[in-house]
């Protein structure tokens, strides 16, 4: 059964740093990994789509790479701001079925 | 620019009664799905749908039912709603195959009490 572990659970930075957020899931026959970002009471909007053949995706100041033999991705926010703060998601597709990540609370204080 | 609409935002039940969410897309979709997220468990998918007329059950399908007689509409009915059922409901919809981008709605926050 696959399981998708994102750590860590919560993150507290200073406005400015680059950081990393990890995903690891244990089977590596996906079709995709997707990264989410949900704001409070909200719904759940699309980052970054990573096909199973591709090593990474940018936009803006956000990068997510693959590593499909080892089970890993990674979300990189370069340049941190107060507005990035929310929880992040990331959800492997097997089949057409996503299987989500508990996510991290990101917090970017000012 | 729609998307997936979801409707109520909100809704409180007594046990027992039912209610449906309604789920609808405008990106004609063949995938459409439901999940709940609770706090510590993340989200779980309960149903999905390939197309018209064909669903199945995810993980956690047991106290709902679900029916697609339309690629536009994929709604969720709790036929005797219970206390364990308080959650936020997600609808999602997508295409079908390995490069599919998923797309969700608002949410639905119910509570039973």
């Known amino acids: 059964k696959q399981e998708v572990t994102q750590i860590p659970a919560a993150l507290s930075v200073p406005e400015g740093e680059n950081l990393v957020l990890n995903c690891s899931f244990t089977?590596?026959?996906?079709?995709?990994l997707q990264w989410f970002r949900q704001d409070p009471g909200k719904g759940l909007t699309s980052l970054l789509l990573?096909?199973?053949?591709?090593r990474e995706q940018t936009s803006g100041r956000l990068n997510a790479s693959l590593d499909k033999s080892s089970g890993r991705s990674t979300l990189y926010i370069a340049a941190s701001q107060p507005g990035d703060s929310a929880t992040y998601l990331c959800?492997?597709?097997?089949?057409?079925?996503?299987?989500f990540g508990q996510g991290t609370e990101l917090s970017v204080k000012p | 620019n729609a998307g997936v609409t979801q409707t109520p935002k909100f809704q409180v039940l007594k046990t027992g009664q039912s209610m449906t969410l309604q789920c609808a897309q405008d990106?004609?979709?063949?995938?459409m799905s439901w999940y709940r997220q609770d706090p510590g468990m993340g989200l779980r998918l309960i149903h999905y749908?390939?197309?018209?007329?064909?669903?199945d059950q995810g993980e956690v399908p047991n106290g709902y039912n679900v029916s697609r007689s339309t690629t536009e509409d994929f709604p969720l009915r709790l036929l005797s709603a219970a206390p364990s059922q308080t959650s936020v409901y997600f609808c999602?919809?997508?295409?079908?195959?390995?490069?599919?981008?998923?797309?969700f709605g608002q949410g639905t926050r119910l509570t039973v009490v």
């Open positions: 999602a919809s997508s295409t079908l195959g390995a490069s599919t981008e998923a797309f």
């Open positions: 089977d590596s026959a996906i079709y995709n």
């Open positions: 990573i096909q199973s053949s591709q």
């Open positions: 959800a492997v597709n097997q089949g057409g079925k996503l299987i």
């Open positions: 990106m004609n979709h063949e995938y």
């Open positions: 749908s390939v197309g018209a007329g064909i669903t």
